[in-house]
């Protein structure tokens, strides 16, 4: 059950930001016993790989943080994230292995499809409400929600290998303010069209 929790919070992770849950469990593979890749996800280890990814970090966290050039970049990062919460669910092995399931050897495929559908999910609510935070300040959040989504996605992906089930429990309350701030949205704007012109 471990496998799949942490493959379950570095693909949220990877909602919020491809590269750096693929960066942490290349690194973490690279240098310690922590994390131990498949044999088809060797390259993640390599040094040309985890470079390309340091630079497309670099690119996202400075876009990232520009209004306007930040919803540009999330619809390109729309099939960007939820392959790469794929990627390092299964590349975790939390597929292939789920607790030694001969079921999930068998079908691993649904690491990738779990993993692409978590990191969606999280890529989708960041996506529809950084648009109504910069609406709503001007465009001076966008630097500020940037730099929280990138720690919140960094100490996931950490959790996610040290701690699992405390990932988890951040997996749900990341959801529960996800959809918090989406009903607060929807009620605003209710509210706004029932308004007296």
């Known amino acids: 059950m471990l496998a799949v929790l942490t493959g379950l919070g570095l693909s949220a992770a990877a909602g919020l930001n491809a590269y750096i849950p693929m960066l942490v469990v ?10 131990r890749l498949p044999a088809e996800f060797g390259w993640l280890t390599n ?3 985890l470079a390309g990814l340091g630079v497309l970090l670099a690119a996202e966290v400075v876009l990232d943080k520009v209004p306007v050039v930040d919803s540009v970049n999330d619809a390109v990062q729309s099939f960007v994230r939820p392959a790469a919460g794929g990627a390092v669910f299964a590349a975790t092995d939390a597929a292939g292995k789920l607790d030694s399931s001969e079921f999930m050897r068998d079908h691993a495929w649904i690491g990738w499809v779990l993993g692409i559908a978590v990191a ?5 609510t960041k996506a529809s409400v950084r648009p109504v ?3 709503g300040t001007l465009g001076t959040a966008a630097p500020v929600v940037s730099t929280v989504e990138d720690v919140v996605s960094l100490a996931m992906s950490l959790l996610a290998i040290l701690a699992p089930v405390i990932a988890l429990v951040a997996l749900l309350l990341l959801v529960y303010a996800g959809v918090r701030l989406l009903r607060r949205r929807r009620r605003r704007k209710r509210l706004s069209g029932q308004a007296p012109t």
Do not use: S
Not at 120 to 124: K, R
């Open 26 to 35: 290349g690194l973490v593979d690279r240098q310690t016993d922590l994390v």
């Open 47 to 49: 040094g040309w790989v």
């Open 120 to 124: 969606f999910v999280v890529h989708a």
């Open 133 to 135: 935070a910069n609406a």
